[in-house]
């Protein structure tokens, strides 16, 4: 197994595992309340972001930095080549009256000329202002308006439309070029007579305290907030992750890194994504979708070596080969297969973290047995060449996670904000902990209040909103950042989260509830699709949940039963509901009896971000579900002798 060999390998280079040591801090009661780990980049005192593509062309102008998807393959793009790219558009963007300190907005899906934007943007000595290209028009309008955003470059004519009809009652409407008629053609045309010199003068104006971008938060309540980040903010997020990650994945693998990007450049995420990519010649590719039919394909083809992703696209990578399984008839040995690899992964780990044995003979036989069945096929969905993958934007399942280290895909969990420039915690190399959300990005502090709530500090944490000084001072204390977000810190400084301030469901009992650690595991397992646990004020708690729709296909074509059967009966189905029940046993058992959920409604439909109960980085808009759905909610609390009976029979 090479997964095996790598960590084997890896062991012996303790030298780069060792480089960052956290610093952790108790209270009186021993308790671990601070962790600091010191700096592995030290913050730049010249220069910027923008220098980036100049640099790689200056020292490595042959070396490919990007692969762009071209007449139906993936092309080289030199550092050379890029620089050049971006220069020219920066004149562009001059020539159309782009002022230093100018904000230009972007609203596209993940592509090349995104990166290519952002570059120049900055190259040209503006702020770039990302907007999600599902933004409605009442969205842009505000981000357009709060931002002074005079320049819009957006991907496809309807988005073009969305801003016209969003900016259509501006005093001064912004100027808009599109990517699919041309955008950066026009660009390049329109800066042909500035020279040179005039990017360079403007790049070299910049410092690193220059905001770089105005990042407005994706909004699960009100209005999204501009985060104002600096270019030292993304040196110091990207610099101390390459330093971290990118030694240790090079030294182990012996591959050219490589990876591609799939995250929606809108988000902060993807943002700094790229941005490490450029800083560490790593390759790098686009691709628009991060919807699992779509992207299997494109991963295949381009075949990274390492990904970034969300729980959710490791969750249907496993529901896929679950799937994939069920329609050979070999259902039960998949989910055989799950289970030895996770004893297998809980074994290998102790061994290499000196914390036991390792596994058996048996586990061993057991695991090799299912690596040629299941595991090679799961590392196939991926590209099969990735050996690392780093998740983000809500906890991953701890199973999962040691499902994917069976096959051979160490996946290293992180944990961020927007305010804190993406990554604030993530698992470091060779120190793997399941479950946790690892430890401070280096030149970054997590302290755990009194309360219970995360607060971060370091060259990561934002300076302000937007226009909005009441809004960062209700967050900021002493360079403290106020996260909303709860966790504790375990004996060595790994963060684990247990749940957001805001969230907390208190029961008619007094029992406090964290909703994300029952919806987490939920989402994990099919056929659920999303959901949102409810009981604030209530005797107990419940949920209401979404089927998936690939899980349904699925359903339905290993029962016979017709592809169309409506999902109204479906919902309503016993066979269903029993599956869904077993789901729910499943995320019951990360919690107390007081805590578990007694009941629950299957709901017809989807929360989307067409119908706004989804954030375009696919967090629940948990007011508007339980707005959209409160007959369904009513009625799981409804004072009947059958659902007391059901209760019953349920807790007996």
């Known amino acids: 197994m090479g997964m095996r060999k790598d960590l084997k390998q890896a062991k012996k280079r303790t030298d780069l595992a060792d480089r960052a040591q956290v610093e952790v801090t108790r209270d009186d009661r ?18 910027s972001t923008a220098d980036l593509p100049f640099t790689n062309a200056a020292e490595a102008p042959d070396a490919v930095v990007v692969r762009r998807r071209e007449r139906g393959a993936w092309q080289p793009v030199t550092a050379a080549a890029f620089a050049r790219e971006v ?20 609203m596209s899906r993940t592509r090349y000329e995104w990166t290519l934007l952002d570059f120049a943007i900055w190259a040209a000595g503006g702020l770039s202002v990302p907007i999600y290209p599902t933004s409605s028009p009442d969205q842009i309008e505000w981000i357009v308006r709060d931002s002074a955003a005079r320049f819009v470059v957006v991907e496809t004519a309807e988005n073009a439309a ?10 001064e409407r912004p100027r808009i070029w599109q990517l699919d008629d041309g955008a950066v053609a026009e660009l390049t045309a329109l800066g042909r007579d500035i020279a040179d010199e005039e990017v360079t003068e403007r790049r070299g104006a910049l410092t690193p305290d220059t905001v770089a971008t105005i990042c407005y938060t994706s909004g699960t309540t009100g209005r999204p907030k501009g985060c104002v980040l600096t270019h030292a903010n993304l040196h110091a997020e990207a610099a101390n992750t390459v330093e971290l990650l990118h030694p240790i994945f090079k030294e182990v693998t012996g591959q050219l890194a490589s990876t591609l990007l799939f995250l929606p450049l809108a988000h902060i995420l993807g943002r700094t994504l790229q941005i490490s990519c450029l800083m560490a010649r790593i390759e790098l590719g686009h691709f628009p979708s991060i919807k699992p039919d779509e992207l299997r394909p494109a991963l295949r083809e381009f075949r990274p070596t390492f990904l970034v992703g969300v ?57 090799a047995l299912y690596d040629l069945l299941v595991y ?3 590392r196939k969905e991926i ?77 990561i944490v934002f300076g302000a909103y937007w226009n909005d000084p009441a809004a960062t001072d209700a967050v900021l204390t002493d360079e403290w950042f106020a996260t909303g977000d709860l966790g504790s810190l375990d004996e060595d400084g790994y963060l684990t989260i247990t749940g957001r301030k805001k969230d907390i469901l208190v029961t008619s ?25 409810v009981g604030d004020n209530r005797p107990y708690i419940a949920a209401l949940i979404t089927l998936d729709r690939e899980d349904l296909t699925h359903w339905l074509y290993v029962r016979g039963m017709p592809a169309d059967t ?87």
């Open 509 to 533: 009992g007094g029992k406090n509830v964290s909703p994300s650690v029952l919806e987490d595991r939920l989402r994990s397992r099919p056929p659920v699709g999303q959901c949102v646990v």
């Open 311 to 367: 729980p959710y696209l490791f969750e249907k990578i496993h529901g896929t080969g679950r799937a994939t399984a069920e329609r050979m008839g070999r259902g039960a040995s998949f989910d055989r297969a799950h289970r030895v690899g996770v004893r297998f992964a809980e074994r290998h780990l102790d061994r290499f973290l000196d914390r036991g044995k390792g596994p058996g003979p048996g586990l061993l036989a057991a695991w």
């Open 30 to 47: 021993g308790v671990v309340r601070e962790a600091r780990m010191p700096a592995l980049a030290p913050g730049p005192t010249t220069g």
């Open 376 to 378: 090679r096929r799961i």
């Open 383 to 459: 590209g099969g060449r990735t050996r690392y993958a780093i998740s983000g934007g809500s906890p991953l399942d701890r199973d999962l996670s040691l499902f994917f280290y069976a096959a051979g895909i160490i996946v290293y969990e992180g944990y961020g904000l927007t305010e804190t420039t993406a990554a604030a915690t993530i698992v470091p190399p060779l120190r793997p902990r399941p479950g946790t959300v690892g430890l401070p990005v280096p030149g970054t502090a997590v302290r755990i209040a009194d309360d219970g709530e995360v607060l971060i500090k370091g060259g």
């Open 566 to 652: 409506p999902l109204s009966d479906l919902v309503h189905d016993p066979r269903m509901r029993a599956d869904v029940q077993k789901v729910v046993d499943y995320a019951n058992q990360a919690v107390s009896r007081a805590e578990s959920i007694r009941e629950f409604a299957l709901v017809e439909g989807e929360f989307t971000e067409d119908n706004g109960m989804l954030t375009p980085s696919l967090k629940v808009k948990r007011h508007a579900v339980t707005a959209a759905y409160e007959r369904d909610i009513r009625a799981l609390y409804a004072d009947s002798a059958r659902t007391r009976e059901q209760r019953a029979t349920h807790e007996g």
């Open 162 to 171: 969305a801003v016209t009809k969003g900016t259509a009652g501006h005093s």
């Open 87 to 106: 220069t020219a558009v920066a004149k562009g963007l001059i020539a159309a009256g782009l002022e230093p300190g100018g904000r230009v907005a972007v």
